[in-house]
């Protein structure tokens, strides 16, 4: 069955850096779309960050351009984003998404805490 896990969340104090890890299963990874979304207490979700199935393009949201990296490793069905210079305001659930066409999978998300 289909399965999207994140890894790699975790506290980190302001300015810090994170990298997380989500690791698909039960789909074919390489033709997926591969998206990172957040969701801080009490707002809305929100779309961080997403790459193309064969990386030729990578789209950032303003806020997180130039301190953010998204990639991925086809052979290992994995995709990564790189967090450097967190903030406090960046505490929240990090959310791991695959989408082609009509389908739209999720992993269970990752807590990344940002605080002294």
């Known amino acids: 069955h289909v399965q999207l896990v994140e890894s790699g969340g975790g506290l980190v104090q302001p300015w810090g850096s994170l990298r997380l890890s989500c690791a698909a299963s039960g789909f074919t990874f390489r033709l997926y779309a591969m998206s990172w979304f957040r969701q801080a207490p009490g707002k809305e979700r929100e779309l961080v960050t997403s790459?193309?199935?064969?990386?030729?393009?990578?789209n950032y949201a303003d806020s997180v351009k130039g301190q953010f990296t998204n990639s991925r490793d086809n052979a290992k069905n994995t995709v990564y984003l790189q967090m450097n210079s967190l903030k406090p305001e960046e505490t929240a659930v990090y959310y791991c998404?695959?989408?082609?066409?009509?389908?739209?999978?999720w992993g269970q998300g990752a807590q990344v805490t940002v605080s002294s």
């Open positions: 998404n695959g989408r082609l066409g009509r389908n739209d999978y």
């Open positions: 790459i193309t199935y064969d990386e030729s393009l990578t």
